[in-house]
């Protein structure tokens, strides 16, 4: 069993759409929690973070943790063509040799 | 927000040949710098964490040999190839976080392309 599992994909939806991506994990000593969008041929780039559980919002997008679950969301309002990007949660258990672990990514598409 | 910058964005390299990939943390001083490697729609792949100023720390299965790592200064972190072949092409991404960031949270790179001949 992975530590992180993310479903691939691809998650189509129309323009307006209220998308919801979510990542399991098994390891209870995660702690911090983030979501990248990563475009075609680039680099990832950081959307949210969240340490321990509860959510956060940032403009269209909402990050939640249920450490219970563990389980993580991010939803994202209104959806946008260009949203479309593979989005990846990661987490970790913090610092002093803890690493990141990544999601394998949800391909998302948003037609116009 | 925290800037890092790879160069070059592609390389393109005959088999048997070195390239050299930097990787600069632009507006801040970068202590631990990550490098990746990401195959067509797959996720990243950690290869090596480096410290400033100390030697990489290498993830099991890959070859320190063939992938140099240097993180000289707060701003700077090198990957080299070292005699490429065609099974080495791919996306190489690096990352970073420092001073000033909060914990794990990692800035990226855009990436480099390597395709070897």
């Known amino acids: 069993q992975k530590e992180v599992e993310q479903d691939p994909g691809p998650l189509s939806v129309p323009e307006g759409a209220i998308v919801s991506l979510n990542c399991t994990y098994s390891?209870?000593?995660?702690?911090?929690f983030m979501w990248y969008r990563q475009y075609s041929r680039k680099g990832p780039e950081l959307l949210m973070y969240?340490?321990?559980?509860g959510n956060k919002e940032d403009g269209r997008f909402t990050a939640q943790v249920d450490k219970s679950s563990k389980y993580i969301s991010l939803f994202i309002r209104d959806s946008q063509p260009s949203d479309s990007a593979t989005y990846l949660c990661?987490?970790?258990?913090?610092?002093?040799?803890?690493?990141?672990?990544f999601g394998a990514g949800t391909r998302l598409f948003v037609k116009a | 927000g925290a800037v890092v910058s790879q160069h070059p964005s592609w390389v393109i390299c005959k088999s048997g040949t070195s390239v050299k990939i930097e990787c600069r943390s632009l507006?801040?001083?970068?202590?631990?710098m990550f490098w990746y490697r990401q195959f067509p729609k797959q996720s990243l792949m950690l290869m090596a964490t480096?410290?400033?100023?100390?030697?990489?720390?290498?993830e099991q299965g890959v070859e320190k040999d063939k992938f140099l790592i240097n993180h000289a200064s707060l701003t700077l972190s090198t990957l080299t190839v070292t005699s490429a072949h065609p099974e080495d092409s791919s996306f190489y991404i690096c990352?970073?976080?420092?001073?000033?960031?909060?914990?794990?949270?990692?800035?990226f790179g855009p990436g480099t392309r390597l395709t070897v001949l």
């Open positions: 390891n209870s000593a995660f702690q911090y």
């Open positions: 990352s970073a976080t420092g001073v000033g960031q909060k914990v794990n949270e990692q800035f």
């Open positions: 990661a987490m970790s258990a913090g610092t002093g040799g803890f690493k990141t672990i």
């Open positions: 969240t340490y321990s559980s």
């Open positions: 480096s410290n400033e100023g100390s030697k990489a720390t290498y």
């Open positions: 507006d801040f001083q970068a202590t631990t």
